[in-house]
């Protein structure tokens, strides 16, 4: 089972000012901590020994509340940047597989086991019940493969959380991939981008969260619904 994981947390949430006024939005404070730690906590429970969180907007503070807990990298550039660049710096950590996270996404624990558990080495954690608007990262699936994935698509089947997992095989893949994609100045392009343009020739399988609670925080409402109807959702679904 993948026991290392990547959370990609350079951004600087300007779509949630003011709440990111004075803190990168991994931080925002959901039930008392934030959610990086939230993810964090989850991923140790769930078995994952290393942790390597790329930082850049305000990551010093990042690093205050994390502590030795995790590894870092930095993106320096993350003003000009986007996530699969982040990714691209945590490259030296991912050579035997690994599990790659958004550190905006709060989640039931049960999404990470059964990605986690899944048999299929190179899996993407798929909600077949969102509504699919403008802002959503849809994905194309057929007979459980991932064929497409992008905000754009004319037509998606379900919704990508943001958390996906790789074998080594698929690292290399990947990031094969991401390095062709920087050469031609995709800089600021965020990772599904490049897990678009593999999933044609290399199988990615769909796992579904069937059900269970979870949210990408990208604006105001999206915060107010974490702590208000997820978080909730998410404590009385494990017994809390």
């Not at 991994?26 to 429970?45: A, N, P, Y």
């Not at 599990?99 to 624990?109: A, T």
């Not at 991401?178 to 897990?195: D, G, I, S, T």
Request: aromatic letters at 8%; hydrophobic letters at 45%; charged letters at 25%.
């Amino acid at each position: 089972m993948t026991k290392q994981a990547i959370i990609l947390a350079a951004g600087q949430g300007r779509r949630l000012w003011p709440f990111t006024k004075d803190r990168p939005k991994c931080l925002l404070d959901i039930g008392g901590r934030s959610i990086i730690e939230h993810q964090v906590d989850m991923l140790v429970t769930h078995g994952i020994e290393r942790i390597t969180v790329v930082t850049g907007y305000m990551g010093a503070k990042v690093r205050d509340v994390l502590g030795s807990r995790v590894d870092y990298r930095e993106n320096a550039a993350f003003e000009s940047t986007s996530s699969m660049y982040s990714l691209w710096l945590a490259k030296d950590a991912t050579a035997n597989g690994f599990l790659v996270i958004n550190s905006d996404v709060l989640f039931h624990g049960g999404i990470l086991r059964s990605l986690l558990e899944s048999p299929h080495g190179d899996a993407l954690a798929i909600d077949f019940e969102s509504v699919l608007a403008e802002e959503e990262m849809k994905v194309e699936v057929r007979n459980g493969r991932v064929l497409a994935l992008g905000k754009q698509l004319a037509h998606g089947d379900g919704e990508n959380v943001g958390m996906i997992k790789f074998t080594a095989e698929g690292s290399r893949v990947l990031f094969a991939k991401v390095e062709e994609l920087l050469r031609q100045n995709h800089r600021q392009v965020m990772v599904p981008f490049a897990v678009n343009a593999v999933a044609p020739s290399y199988p990615l399988v769909a796992v579904p969260v069937q059900g269970l609670p979870w949210i990408e925080i990208d604006f105001p409402e999206d915060y107010e619904r974490a702590r208000d109807i997820i978080y909730p959702a998410i404590l009385k679904s494990m017994g809390k």
